[in-house]
Each structure stands twice: as C-alpha cells, then as structure tokens.
C-alpha cells in the first residue's frame, strides 16, 4: 500500500469529487480513479459505492478515511522532525523557489538577509509549484516562494507578495514579436515552453491548460537558460511573470504583456510556510522580500 494511494483517496472524499480531487493532487482524473482502485483491491474491501458521478462511503470507508486524517498528519510530522534532527547543529535557513522564477530580488533579499544575520547559513533548492509544496509538507524546506494555485489550510502562513503581470517572451523573428501586447487568444498557435521537470510535467501542463487557459502544444525545458534558449532558437514562448525586476530581455528576445481582451493577465505570488514553524529567521526574511518586491 503506498501512502500516495491513501491521500489521493483523501483528496477524493475532502473534495467530493473525483475530478477537483485530481486538480487538487495536480494528476489526471483516471489516474486518482486507477489509485483508488489499487488501494481498495490491497486492503480487500469497497471503500467507496459509485453511483454515475457520485459516490458515497462504505462503512469500511468512513472507518479508513477516520484512521487516515491523523495518519497522515502524524507522518508529516515524522517526516519534518526527522530532517531537523538529521540538519547541522548551526542555524540554516532553507529557502525553496520556483524553477521559473526569474526576478532579481531574492537574490537580494538573501544578500540583505545574510549580511544582516551572518550566522545563519542559507539552503536553497529549486522546483515546480507542486515540488515546493510536497518540500514544505514534509520538512524539506522552511519557507518557499511560489504561485498561488492552492487554498492552503491554515496549517500555512499564505504571506502574499504581489499580483505579477505576465508576459510572453518571444523571438524577435517571431510575427507576434512586432506588436506592443500579444493576446492569449493568438499565444494559442504558438508552442508554449513551460519549465519543469520531467515528473511535473504532467502537472504543469494541466494547471497552464485548465486554470491559466493557455491554449495548443506544449514544450518543456528544465532550467529557465534552456527555456529562454528554445526562444531564440523561435520555437515557441515563454511565459514569465514580473515578480519584482526582471533582467533585461536578450536583444533577440522580445516580452510582450499577456492580454485578456484589454486586461493584462496577472498570477499571485506568495512565500508559504509551516505556521507552527514560524521563527523569528522565516519571518525576518519575509519581510526583506517582501520589501524588495514592492519597493517599499
């Protein structure tokens, strides 16, 4: 029995549907369906009574699902206090962001932080949005910058940064690259390259689809160099956000805003942490980005 079963037939009954369980786990729905599947022929019993698109639990269900809530929490907590114990004595301070992320101030912000408190050592590790937040669940990470995408329950500070235009960066050989804007209807005949790696693709690919309507094929790249290469290379668009200060774009390159009609598309961004780890080093930190990004 694998525990991602069991949460995936969590996010089934916290959810109420099979379908807002899978965007919720960021996998397709026959895949939550296939998992639950699995789990009930393990253990030898019906945990749910499908009925069309509805479903119900067996008594043996709501006895699982009653055992499992503290289940998992209790592995959560194993899984952080495991990895406090295995860290350094010193004090570290481990920060993960977005592998698309391409602002500058966390980097000064880390700068500002490190010469103001030199004793603490800082950690820093990179992924997808879903990545992050699987890092900060099971004490990988202590705060990580990220997209809003989730509603995080209030085990998590949801420290909002900033609402970030986005932008498309394209070839300068590109036709669209001419204009001032480019409209996300017209971004749909154009590949779009999404940052990611190889086991979030998936994932990424159905939340850009699904919950940003970015529309026809899809391309991957691993690092945001490799990505802004594929540009130039005029394979397809990038899409970034203006989280803070972007570099310049390459003189090959252009970043033309994102359009809805006459709307500039925007996408939140946020530091999350444990609340019951907030520490004075998490919160001093916070607040430096946070300064950095909104130029106070």
């Not at 369906?33 to 119900?56: H, N, T």
């Not at 946020?270 to 909104?294: D, G, M, N, P, S």
Request: with cysteine; hydrophobic share 35%.
């Amino acid at each position: 029995m694998l525990l991602r079963q069991i949460q995936y037939f969590m996010a089934v009954v916290d959810c109420g549907s099979f379908t807002d369980a899978a965007e919720r786990c960021y996998i397709s729905q026959s895949a939550v369906s296939q998992q639950v599947q699995a789990l009930e022929k393990e253990l030898g019993a019906s945990l749910l009574i499908r009925e069309k698109r509805r479903f119900s639990l067996t008594p043996a269900g709501e006895y699982f699902y009653m055992r499992c809530k503290g289940l998992l929490k209790e592995v959560d907590d194993i899984c952080y206090e495991t990895s406090r114990i295995g860290r350094d004595a010193e004090s570290v301070l481990r920060i993960g962001y977005l592998r698309c992320y391409s602002g500058q101030e966390l980097y000064q912000a880390v700068a500002d932080f490190s010469q103001v408190y030199p004793e603490v050592f800082i950690d820093i590790a990179t992924g997808t949005h879903e990545e992050l937040y699987n890092l900060l669940r099971h004490g990988g990470v202590d705060i990580i910058l990220s997209d809003q995408r989730r509603a995080f329950s209030d085990d998590y500070v949801n420290y909002q940064l900033l609402s970030c235009s986005c932008y498309a960066e394209l070839s300068a050989r590109h036709p669209l690259s001419r204009q001032e804007s480019v409209q996300l209807q017209d971004l749909k005949s154009v590949p779009c390259i999404l940052i990611s790696t190889k086991e979030q693709r998936r994932a990424e690919q159905e939340y850009y689809e699904k919950t940003l309507n970015f529309g026809g094929s899809f391309l991957f790249a691993p690092t945001l160099e490799e990505g802004r290469l594929m540009v130039l290379g005029n394979r397809g668009f990038l899409p970034v956000e203006r989280m803070g200060t972007l570099p310049p774009a390459h003189a090959s390159i252009r970043r033309l805003p994102i359009c809805q009609g006459k709307r500039q598309l925007c996408r939140t961004y946020c530091l999350f942490w444990r609340r019951e780890h907030t520490q004075y080093y998490i919160e001093e930190f916070a607040e430096t980005l946070r300064k950095l990004v909104r130029h106070e």
